[in-house]
């Protein structure tokens, strides 16, 4: 029988456009949990970078750990996810690319650092989901990570990261590998959700789909039903950060 999953992009501290998504999903809220609860016969799974840039960045990390602890949904670990959790342990991280909006509503709320990176550190860098036909993780998969080992450094690369060229562009950022565009997939690939590079619009090609639509930066929220495919988005109620860059989505 094949699983449902309704995927969500990355949320970046977005609450309201989170919840608003939830909601259009056709998600219950549940007041006195704190929580929505999917509807019979599917599970909520988010893409990671949850925290950072946005507004409410420790809310929606309590949220999305509530989700799971519940059992309504499954989180892959995102790059900035992996910094704020290392921070949270102590390590000396640079404050940058807002790092700085989830530190600072940690110590407004007066939320438990340690106990919020402990649910991060224990996050899964992928998850192989429908007897693997369906793959989701934050930043790019290959077929030859299969061999690598849970906590390799290939694996923790480019799950976290995507492959880059390691140069860095004018603009700051670094010079990425298109991995989507270099794909050998087959109809018998699984199928890849992704987020981390930010888009205009979804970015569907090769049997994988990007669905980090910009929230943050403007642009929308974006989820993946998964077997339907069916793409479910709402717009961000404001532009809350800027990125040097954005690319056009692709068909």
């Known amino acids: 029988m094949t699983q449902q999953f309704d995927i969500i992009g990355d949320v970046h501290g977005c609450f309201r456009e989170l919840s608003d998504l939830m909601d259009k ?44 602890e519940a059992g309504h949904a499954l989180c892959v670990m995102g790059n900035h996810d992996n910094k704020f959790m290392r921070w949270a342990k102590g390590r000396n991280v640079k404050v940058s690319h807002g790092l700085n909006k989830t530190i600072d509503q940690i110590r407004a709320m007066g939320a438990d650092a340690k106990v919020l990176g402990k649910f991060v550190e224990d996050l899964p860098y992928h998850l192989k989901l429908d007897e693997g036909r369906l793959i989701v993780v934050h930043g790019a998969w290959c077929d030859e990570l299969e061999t690598e080992r849970p906590d390799s450094g290939k694996m923790r690369s480019w799950c976290l990261y995507a492959p880059t060229t390691g140069k860095t562009l004018p603009n700051g950022m670094p010079d990425r590998i298109d991995w989507v565009s270099q794909r050998q997939a087959t109809d018998s690939s699984p199928w890849i959700v992704y987020g981390h590079q930010p888009y205009k619009e979804a970015r569907i090609q090769n049997r994988t789909t990007g669905i980090d639509t910009s929230c943050v930066f403007g642009g929308k929220l974006t989820a993946m039903r998964w077997p339907e495919m069916e793409l479910v988005e709402v717009p961000a109620a404001q532009q809350y950060d800027k990125h040097p860059t954005m690319e056009e989505g692709a068909e």
């Open 25 to 68: 999903l056709g998600h219950q809220w549940n007041r006195s949990a704190g929580l929505h609860v999917p509807t019979e016969g599917r599970r909520i799974v988010f893409v990671g970078d949850i925290v950072d840039r946005g507004p409410e960045p420790v809310v929606c990390l309590a949220y999305v750990k509530l989700m799971v």
